[in-house]
């Protein structure tokens, strides 16, 4: 791309995604995760009102009646945004692309931390890490992440999210926000890393999907090719038990997505590229408050 058009890629980004951030998310991110950045103290006796998760069981079994874990509020928060730049990212039937939807969030996601003066720091991952940038201050910052989102060309087309998050937990030492953003069609069980990370730092998983891939039309004989692998395959689409078939594949990958991030007490946020991602990010934020 040229550069010319990389700038003028990157400030169209910019308006719409900071105009959201600053009137819209900056309020509701503070709400959401201002605060939730928290270094451990002591613990006390259990008073009423309380929050029962901040509970100490080890040392409520020790000595038989609840103790709740004190924390200090840390100065500053750290957000990390963890995106899948794999080959099934550059699918959609609508206006735009998964990818283009995932760039938009990140740039909005950053520029709401960039509001409340939070580092942010970029990991983009294939089935490898293809690029890492440490959490750092600025707007100059937040316009380099929305320029390697645009323009980062990866490696790999395939994906490997277990791999990504342990590269999390090892370059991330403090407690970080953290926001996955991918398809989540993935092939690997990612339970394990995912619960080991998610004790460390807050994760999200936000789900980006088109809508022709929930379900297969019915269109006869159709040559396909998989973006991730590159195989070449024809697929009779006529075929109910192939269409009941690939819609069984899919449901599963988004259940396992729903089941593993609550399991491992994620969140998690779906949204179709032709919906509004505001909504859904608004709704998520409000129910965390």
Not at 39 to 45: A, D, G, I, L
Not at 150 to 167: G, H, V
């Amino acid at each position: 791309m040229e550069t010319k058009d990389l700038l003028k890629k990157v400030r169209k980004i910019e308006i719409k995604t900071r105009r959201l951030s600053d009137h819209i998310f900056s309020g509701e991110y503070h709400t959401s995760f201002k605060g939730r950045g928290m270094t451990f103290s002591e613990v006390r006796q259990y008073q009423f009102g309380d929050d029962i998760r901040a509970i100490d069981w080890n040392v409520t079994a020790r000595y038989n009646e609840p103790y709740v874990k004190v924390f200090e509020e840390e100065r500053e928060l750290t957000m990390m945004l963890m995106v899948d730049i794999s080959g099934s990212e550059s699918f959609g039937t609508k206006n735009q692309l998964k990818s283009e939807i995932v760039t938009e969030i990140a740039a909005t996601m950053a520029f709401s931390a960039t509001q409340n003066n939070d580092k942010i720091g970029l990991i983009l991952f294939s089935d490898q890490i293809e690029l890492y940038i440490p959490p750092k201050k600025g707007k100059s910052h937040v316009l380099r992440i929305i320029r390697e989102l645009i323009e980062f060309q990866p490696k790999s087309k395939k994906t490997d999210l277990s791999q990504a998050l342990r590269f999390l937990s090892g370059t991330q030492k403090k407690k970080a926000i953290v926001f996955v953003i991918s398809d989540f069609m993935v092939e690997d069980n990612y339970e394990k890393t995912l619960k080991i990370a998610g004790k460390k730092h807050d994760i999200t998983g936000v789900r980006v999907y088109d809508l022709r891939e929930e379900k297969m039309p019915n269109i006869g004989m159709v040559e396909m090719e998989d973006a991730e692998t590159g195989a070449i395959m024809i697929v009779n689409t006529g075929s109910k038990k192939a269409r009941m078939s690939y819609e069984k594949q899919y449901r599963d990958k988004v259940n396992y997505f729903k089941d593993i991030f609550s399991k491992c007490g994620s969140g998690t946020v779906s949204t179709r590229v032709d919906e509004s991602y505001v909504t859904k990010l608004l709704g998520y934020f409000k129910s965390r408050s």
